[in-house]
């Protein structure tokens, strides 16, 4: 499966939420399992109609410096370009959309949504604008106002039951049970600030 994320880069939009910074850690913990779950997914993120990632030839990890470097978006173009991509890809995709933005093209939106029900294409969305709420229920994906999302697909925490040959990278001992870096992955046998491997913030629900 392939999945096209549309991630808007707005600071300010983002600002609005109780913890935009969760949000992110989250979403990329979301990206790395999806492409974890099978090794044939793919990961696209679209930004003003430009491909500015793709799993098949960039790591996970690069995400949050790419996103830096822009501040804003485009949605009902990013949309409309995801569609088209689809149409050319001819596989099976699903759309996923991160947007805080009260001001969005409704009318081009709603466009899109028409071209996506043509498609048979699922749109997940986290967003709190109702024109999207009606993308994703139109075309049966979900739709959440914040982080929820990610306990919906991924369960409620990050804390995760680990199989026992498994071992912690800050000690290199066998674990049961461990904390995991939600943007590369590796596993620790108890809490730290920040990734050892990676240098991401750990954030984790208490």
Sequence with gaps: ??????????????QTQENPAKILSSTLFYFNAFLMFDSNNRLILLLNTKII????????????GILA????????N??????????????DCQIF?????KNL???????????ANTFN??????SDNNVLKMVANSTNGLFYEDESFFMKILGNDTTQMITPETRCFC????????????????????FVPVCKKCKSKMLFNK
């Design 105 to 115: 093209d409704s009318f081009k939106i709603l466009r899109c949504l028409f071209a």
């Design 78 to 91: 990013d949309f409309g370009m995801a569609l088209l991509l689809i149409e050319r890809l001819n596989l």
């Design 171 to 190: 000690h290199n001992k066998v674990i049961l049970v461990g904390l995991t870096c939600p943007v590369c992955l590796v596993v620790y046998c108890g």
């Design 53 to 64: 990632f793709d799993s098949n030839s960039m790591q996970i990890s690069e995400i949050s």
């Design 97 to 101: 959309i991160l947007n805080f933005d």
């Design 1 to 14: 499966m392939i999945l096209i994320g549309l991630i808007s880069p707005d600071v300010e939009c983002w």
């Design 121 to 126: 294409i699922k749109v997940n969305v986290i």
């Design 69 to 76: 470097n822009y501040n804003s978006q485009n949605l009902s």
